[in-house]
């Protein structure tokens, strides 16, 4: 009777497992019948369309919009020259909150293109930030990436890939990019430019984009592959599992089992926690990195808006390409770190310290008005300066600090504030170096 009963077991797992390979083979076809997600950057709000052309830095060059809300407008050139440029521009993202578009590797347009006499090509291109190289409001230290239309492809919808995409020599020129750098990288986004080649030819040029859409699937061929064949593994286990216990095989084994797997749940957990950690500091000076500062500010204010007594200090230190120039830029490396290690041993322990970028620094303070973070800034400041660094041929130099304060306003976003920190640091470069400037104050209504 028992063998009985064990040999229904195996054909019913039998059973089981065919049925349930038969599914995963379905479901692995079915991949295709996934539509792709699709995002639209144009149409979008017209009201973020910038046009820019020459004429607006003494150029020959003009453009007006034809219909803004249709993202219709028209260059007209009166006098070839090198330089001409002309086209419009609207942001995808904000600098410091860019969008990842990496996912989408399709991008569908419809651009309508006439004229007096047409250009050769109307270029595409996405403006994306580049850690270390990219500033605020300055376009060309954003990594620039684009694609060439040619006239003849306008007639119809183009479809483009990544592969067809590529770096701008005029960024790489412009910003002297090393070669690590000239990748193309599309996780990083914060506009898009529609403009005419170079060199444009002379007349009137009109050019009106349809629709601009990005495409990708919903999730990777080999994860929807992978998803399968453990869904498939965790069914079939599950089945065999089940008809073992009712056959009484060795109870006490999964009970082993589920214990591992708890052991192994505690070390993925404390894994996770070290991984966690690490991803928000960065690795040379053991300060927050910009990732890290992030979920600081938001932990003490979601949204960014900063209530209550909070001041930040945006440091800068004073000539240290000439360091890196002059001594290398292992020694650069140890004057980073000495310098975050005097920081750190100044700061309270409810102030975050973040290295933001380079040889900058971001002090953010709460509870802190902007007399207070100003008295801190000269610590600082003097402890630095106080420093005595050695070559590797002991010869020994000072580093100098330049230091922004500036104390938030009421309800005052974080990236508002940044900005004005950023202009007293501006100052205090400009003034000297080895100095501390407060904000200028400004009438809030």
């Known amino acids: ?14 059973i089981w497992m065919i049925s349930t390979s038969i599914l995963s083979v379905v479901a692995l076809f079915c991949y295709t019948l996934i539509p792709n997600k699709v995002l639209e950057l144009v149409p979008i709000n017209p009201e973020g369309n910038i046009l820019f052309y020459d004429g607006l830095s003494n ?21 070839g020259i090198q330089w ?25 347009t419809k651009i309508n293109y006439s004229g007096t006499q047409l250009n050769k090509a109307v270029r595409l291109t996405f403006r994306s930030v580049e850690p270390s ?48 750098k000239h990748n193309l990288d599309f996780s990083r986004i914060i506009q898009l430019s529609v403009d005419l080649t170079q060199p444009i030819e002379l007349g009137h040029h009109m050019i009106s984009v349809e629709y601009l859409t990005l495409e ?23 089945i065999i ?12 084994k999964d009970i082993e089992q589920i214990t591992a797997l708890s052991g192994y749940t505690n070390i993925l957990k404390n894994q996770s926690e070290k991984y966690k950690a690490l991803s928000a500091t960065d690795s040379l000076t053991g300060a927050l990195n910009r990732y890290g500062l992030n979920n600081f500010v938001t932990d003490l204010f979601p949204n960014k808006i900063l209530t209550g007594e909070v001041s930040i200090l945006i440091l800068d230190l004073d000539h240290f390409k000439s360091i890196n120039d002059s001594y290398g830029h292992n020694i650069g490396d140890v004057v980073l770190k000495k310098i975050s290690k005097v920081i750190i041993s100044i700061i309270r322990s409810s102030d975050g310290f973040c290295r933001w970028g380079g ?22 400041r003097k402890s630095i300066s106080d420093l005595i660094f050695y070559t590797d041929n002991r010869v020994d130099f000072n580093v100098t600090v ?6 938030a306003y009421l309800n005052e976003h974080f990236d508002e504030l940044f900005k004005r920190v950023d202009k007293a640091l501006y100052v205090a470069k400009h003034s000297g170096r080895n100095r501390v400037d407060q904000a200028e104050s400004e009438e809030v209504y």
């Open 359 to 380: 040889e900058e620094f971001i002090m953010f303070c709460p509870n802190t008005d902007e007399s207070e973070a100003t008295k801190i800034a000269h610590k600082i």
């Open 1 to 14: 009777m028992r063998q009985f009963i064990k040999s229904t077991e195996l054909k019913s797992i039998s």
């Open 84 to 108: 001409n440029y002309c086209g419009y521009q609207f942001d995808v993202a904000d600098f410091f909150m860019p969008v990842d578009l990496s996912q989408y590797n399709i991008l569908k």
């Open 216 to 238: 990708g699937a919903w999730i990777l061929k080999e994860t929807w592959y992978l998803v399968i064949i453990i869904l498939w593994m965790g069914i079939n286990f599950f």
């Open 241 to 252: 599992s089940h008809r073992v216990v009712k056959l009484d095989y060795r109870v006490h």
């Open 59 to 79: 150029g020959t060059t003009t453009g007006k919009w034809i219909d803004k809300s249709s993202n219709s407008f028209e260059c007209i050139v009166t006098k």
């Open 402 to 407: 330049s230091i922004g304060v500036a104390q």
């Open 133 to 180: 190289i990219s500033k605020p409001n300055i376009i060309s230290s954003f990594k620039h990436m684009n694609v060439e239309l040619e006239k003849n492809e306008l007639k119809h919808e183009v479809v483009l890939t990544k592969q067809e995409w590529s770096i701008s020599r005029y960024w790489v020129d412009k910003n002297t990019v090393p070669r690590s």
